[in-house]
T-cell receptor, first 117, second 115 residues
Framework: AQTVTQSQPEMSVQEAETVTLSCTYD???????LFWYKQPPSRQMILVIR??????QNATENRFSVNFQKAAKSFSLKISDSQLGDAAMYFC??????????????FGTGTLLAVQP | DTAVSQTPKYLVTQMGNDKSIKCEQNLGHDTMYWYKQDSKKFLKIMFS???????INETVPNRFSPKSPDKAHLNLHINSLELGDSAVYFC??????????????FGQGTRLTVV
């Protein structure tokens, strides 16, 4: 069974600084997707970034980028130039690539990010 | 224009009651899901539907019954509510293309409190 582990329950960063959130996963499959979701106090789950396992290039979305190490099964999220609005719970998630609607997101336990002004 | 909307956003009810949560998506997706987020913020799949057909049914008490009247709607009915059912319930949707799914879009969640 696939598992996702986020070993940092809480992190803190100064505004304008850079922070990296860690995520490791375990799977025997080669075809899968990895995601980072953000959940601010409003409770809404917002997709931050997604990575296809077959792509070697790390995904980037503006100030958000990932370091995808497939062999090490590591998928960290780097937030550059942190802003107050980045304060939220961040979830790492895994989903198998094939299998259509039988797929489900498997979530880590989350990292609560605080941004200090 | 909300992509995935759930009603109600908050629900407070007494033990033993029956309640429903409704979800609608206007993204044209063919697959919808219910996820449960417990008090420790852990998220776990409950059900998924593809074109109105139940696909995923995780180990959930049979007091929980999903219903999908059409591709755009997925409701969750809960009978005989218990204190342990208190949680945030998220609806989500995605599109399956050639056997692969797009990323899931989530509703804003329904916070259910059983007293």
């Amino acid at each position: 069974a696939q598992t996702v582990t986020q070993s940092q329950p809480e992190m803190s960063v100064q505004e304008a600084e850079t922070v990296t959130l860690s995520c490791t996963y375990d799977t025997s499959e080669s075809d899968y997707y990895l995601f980072w979701y953000k959940q601010p106090p409003s409770r809404q789950m917002i997709l931050v970034i997604r990575q296809e396992a077959y792509k070697q290039q790390n995904a980037t979305e503006n100030r958000f980028s990932v370091n995808f190490q497939k062999a090490a099964k590591s998928f960290s999220l780097k937030i550059s130039d942190s802003q107050l609005g980045d304060a939220a719970m961040y979830f790492c998630a895994y989903r198998r690539g094939y299998g259509g609607a039988t797929n489900k997101l498997i979530f880590g336990t989350g990292t609560l990010l605080a941004v200090q002004p | 224009d909300t992509a995935v909307s759930q009603t109600p956003k908050y629900l407070v009810t007494q033990m033993g009651n029956d309640k429903s949560i409704k979800c609608e998506q206007n993204l044209g997706h063919d697959t919808m899901y219910w996820y449960k987020q417990d008090s420790k913020k852990f998220l776990k799949i409950m059900f998924s539907y593809n074109n109105k057909e139940l696909i995923i049914n995780e180990t959930v008490p049979n007091r929980f019954s999903p219903k999908s009247p059409d591709k755009a709607h997925l409701n969750l009915h809960i009978n005989s509510l218990e204190l342990g059912d208190s949680a945030v319930y998220f609806c989500a949707s995605s599109q399956i293309k050639t056997g692969r799914g797009t990323e899931a879009f989530f509703g804003q969640g329904t916070r259910l409190t059983v007293v």
